[in-house]
């Protein structure tokens, strides 16, 4: 059994600024990627920023520049970094992983999902 636990959600005023945590626990073996993803109502949900076991990271282009990925391995725990946040930003994050539960067997997992509101 393996659970993601977010934190860091809430409302921010534009131009603000939220870091997002997100914690793997359980029946771990190693981590391949870790990530967000976030779904604004009507609209789907779309990759904000991955990064994987050596570090590389990957950004949606509306996000370039003002988020930053981040990684501590030992602790199973993804960072997510948002500065000069807007309206747009505004949406339920959810936190992703890529887990090897053994060495053979590899699955996807999601978190709750925490709530970013970016308003005036």
């Known amino acids: 059994q393996v659970q993601l636990v977010e934190s860091g959600g809430g409302l921010v005023q534009p131009g603000g600024s939220l870091r997002l945590s997100c914690t793997a626990s359980g029946s771990i073996s190693n981590i391949y990627r870790m990530g967000w993803h976030r779904q604004a109502p009507g609209k789907q949900r779309e990759l904000v920023a991955i990064i994987t076991s050596t570090g590389s990271t990957s950004y949606a282009d509306s996000v370039k520049g003002r988020f930053t990925i981040s990684r501590d391995t030992p602790k199973n725990t993804v960072y997510l970094q948002m500065n000069n946040l807007k309206p747009e930003d505004t949406a339920v994050y959810s936190c992703?992983?890529?887990?090897?539960?053994?060495?053979?067997?590899?699955?996807?997992?999601w978190g709750q999902g925490t709530q970013v509101t970016v308003s005036s």
């Open positions: 992703y992983a890529n887990i090897y539960t053994s060495p053979w067997a590899r699955s996807d997992y």
